[in-house]
């Protein structure tokens, strides 16, 4: 018969072992076509009354990326159809983004503007909804934007370091050499700021 002192061990590994299975199956994460940009799909626990999962968790973000990560802050913005944000980055105090959507969907895409980089000017994009609850890991050194697929979106992401509006820049969404194969209907609508982007040859980038 085991004793009070090793039922306690072997409570305390099963609470271990329990917590070690949960960190590993809380989030899937796929490298894309770039590699540095991660796309993650949560474990979402659902039944007759809603869903329910981990959005964020650092330390199971952390092992599964191999990444060591502090956010700083949370973004939120509503959009509605058509709407095109981006092709944004800081220049001086470059952010990583991890991009969810709460609301809707949208067309999300990463644009690579390390001049170093084998995938230099090159983009990924991926569909997020807030019913597929997929992220998108975009580390400093790329441009992000957006467009809204749904009569509205409402986007949330994390960014590791603060809004900095003399270091902000846009690249210009539409740029024959990013080729970016974007997927509403009709005409975006831009803000001042975003229609006058620069594009990939006039914009200033990173080492």
Known sequence: MATPFLYLVLLSCCIVASQMQHKNNCMKVEITA?????????????????????SYNHQAFGEKTGLDISFVQDNHSRSQKNVLRGLHYQIGKPQGKLIRVLVGIIQDVAVDLRRSSATFGKSVSYILTAENCQQLWIPKGFAHGFVVLSDFAEVAYKTTDYYAPNEERSLLWNDPDLAISWQFEGEPILSAKDAAGKSLIEAEVFA
């Open 34 to 54: 770039i590699p540095d940009v991660l796309l993650i799909t949560p474990r979402v626990f659902g039944d007759k009354r809603g869903f329910f999962y981990e």
